[in-house]
């Protein structure tokens, strides 16, 4: 089955610079990939995503990139405000419908430093 | 506008107990989830269903089990709740043909003693 690996697990990063994680999937049907923000205490919700007919897809301060040959795929945040800090989650999927499961990555804690 | 709920936000059972966990969607989704979460082992899937009285087992189901009688419903039924039960369980919801994304509840924190 799928398997997802998420680096780093914890990061740590000054007001205003910029954040990446990676994630690495290992099944090449899998075509879609979400990212998940979890404040403490709170629920998981999806921030952005991108299926796999699209390299890059940006939302203002956050993008994703996906590299299908080497099957994996980054969130970068750019100019990091304190209110980023959480847990992301990345997923992979072969959803053809949104009925597929998703299989999640460890997590990433990231700590913006004010 | 909460859409996913789960009926305890914390819960504490003894072991041996048999425990039932409730989630409840209002968005009329065909797929309903429930995943544990674990520090450092992130979400992990359970049981899922992509229809009323269907389910499927996903990467952890033993000794757990699950009833779906109702499209708006996803039960998760520990039948004889142990220590290395206590987690986060999370329920989620998804609409087949809809963008993909899961909507989540707030949790629900389980401790066996």
């Known amino acids: 089955g799928e398997n997802v690996e998420q680096h780093p697990s914890t990061l740590s990063v000054q007001e205003g610079d910029s954040a990446v994680i990676k994630c690495t999937y290992s099944d090449s049907a899998s075509n879609y990939f979400p990212w998940y923000k979890q404040e403490l205490g709170k629920r998981p919700q999806l921030i952005i995503d991108i299926r796999s007919n699209v390299g890059e897809k940006k939302d203002q301060r956050i993008a994703v990139t996906l590299n299908k040959t080497a099957k994996h795929f980054s969130l970068h945040i750019t100019e990091t405000q304190p209110e980023d800090s959480a847990v992301y989650f990345c997923a992979a999927s072969k959803g053809q419908g949104g009925s597929e499961k998703l299989v999640f990555g460890k997590g990433t804690k990231l700590t913006v430093n004010p | 506008d909460v859409k996913v709920t789960q009926s305890s936000r914390y819960l504490v059972k003894r072991t041996g107990e048999k425990v039932f966990l409730e989630c409840v969607q209002d968005?009329?989704?065909?797929?309903m989830f429930w995943y544990r979460q674990d520090p450092g082992l992130g979400l992990r899937l359970i049981y899922f269903?992509?229809?009323?009285?269907?389910?499927e087992k996903g990467d952890i189901p033993e000794g757990y089990s699950v009833s779906r009688e109702k499209k708006e419903r996803f039960s998760l039924i520990l039948e004889s709740a142990s220590t290395n039960q206590t987690s986060m369980y999370l329920c989620a919801s998804s609409l087949t043909g809809g963008s993909y994304g899961y909507t989540f509840g707030s949790g629900t924190r389980l401790t066996v003693v």
């Open positions: 269903s992509y229809d009323v009285k269907m389910k």
């Open positions: 968005m009329d989704h065909e797929n």
